[in-house]
């Protein structure tokens, strides 16, 4: 039978905590197109990836750890792509124009916000708003599912290897051992003056290794989002790097026969889960590290010496004596197995359990330190 004893505890008593704890997230390029990859998907069908889910609207893609179709799936992130209504790329006769321009803008507004004249914010590759030299205008979006980031990325940590070299060297991507990789970083973690007007929190400028003069991208940190520039599979003498046509009729698992397409004219002529399906296809290795906001309340519940040291429990006495006293004169004892917190009310509301019984008696003190993390 439990006996409770009661204390009340003063504001000295109670403090909270803030633990920030990290996972490591490795994703490489092979779960991405290759690990579940069906040959022979059939005539004019690109790709034959079972974990990367195309939807019928044709906007974005999501890409699982497993076959989608399967209960052990998780969901990994999402792909999309589009530019700028400013950009080079909109015309009336490119493919999708209108929903390309939507995604870039839903992404840029949600992200970055607005300007003071109440146009949508552009992604820029420096921390200089009034550059309009440094803007990204076509951007390729991965999302991540919060099962990965958890509670945001940790600064610092993102980093992103992407072929730029032309497709035309190894038409089939799967195998990306012998291609030209370009590794962007997070390195700007520590000076991120000028996001504290952004509405998804602070973001971090991605720069290729070694460093460039400007960013090839963006990383939000609490909106769980990378934002990479097209730009980044456009040679320096401006000519585009070969995509392969997404509407090719020949054998996927054949190069011989497939044709290609420039970045430029991907992004114009094919919809946007070709274009997805190329980038995807062109990541090497993805990592970060995600967080997990941990706030914690804790009470020190103190015992003094000159309490708690007997109990009310009907086993404590028999015989109107003390069981666990042989000599009168010995001083009394009790256990203590438990600590229970309580509302202004007496109301119960949290219980702690002891690994074992502490023995309490008047020689001694002490201090239990509950811990509720929410």
Known sequence: MAIKFFGTLGPSDITTTRTLLHETIPITGSILSGTYYEANPGASAFGGETNVKNYSHGMFQAVYDYPYLSSSANHIFDIA?????????????????????????????????????????????????TDD?????????????????????????????????????????????????????????????????CPAGDY?????????????????????????????????????????????????????????????????SLPMSSSCDEFRR???????????????????????????????NPTYTTGSKLRVKEVASDTPVSYIT??????ANNELLAVAKLSEPLKKDPSNEITLRVRLDF
Do not use: H
Request: glycine share 6%; hydrophobic share 40%; net charge negative.
């Open 81 to 129: 792509m589009g530019y700028s209504s400013t950009s080079v790329m909109s015309a009336s006769t490119s493919v999708e124009n209108a929903k390309k321009i939507n995604m870039y803008n839903m992404f840029a507004q949600t992200l970055l916000g607005y300007t003071v004249s109440g146009a949508i914010e552009i992604p820029e590759s420096d921390l200089i708003i």
């Open 133 to 197: 030299d440094a803007q990204m205008r076509e951007v390729f979006f991965v999302n991540f599912s919060r099962l990965l980031m958890k509670d945001q990325i940790k600064r610092g940590t993102f980093s992103i290897s992407l072929i730029t070299g032309s497709t035309s060297l190894a038409p089939d991507l799967r195998d990306k051992t012998s291609l030209p990789i370009t590794k962007l970083r997070d390195v700007s973690a520590s000076n991120i003056a000028g996001t504290a007007d």
């Open 204 to 268: 971090g400028l991605l720069f290729s290794s070694p460093l460039t003069a400007a960013a090839q991208g963006l990383v939000f940190y609490q909106a769980g989002c990378a934002m990479i520039t097209a730009s980044m599979f456009a040679t320096a003498s401006g000519e585009a790097y070969e995509f392969e046509n997404a509407d090719f009729t020949t054998n996927p698992d054949d190069p011989v026969g497939e044709t290609y397409i420039s970045i430029s004219g991907a992004l114009k």
């Open 282 to 312: 062109r990541v090497g290795n993805l990592s970060f590290n995600n967080t997990t906001e941990l706030n914690s309340t804790v009470y020190f519940c103190r015992a003094p010496a000159n309490k708690w040291n007997y109990s009310s």
């Open 338 to 343: 438990t600590v229970g917190l309580y509302n």
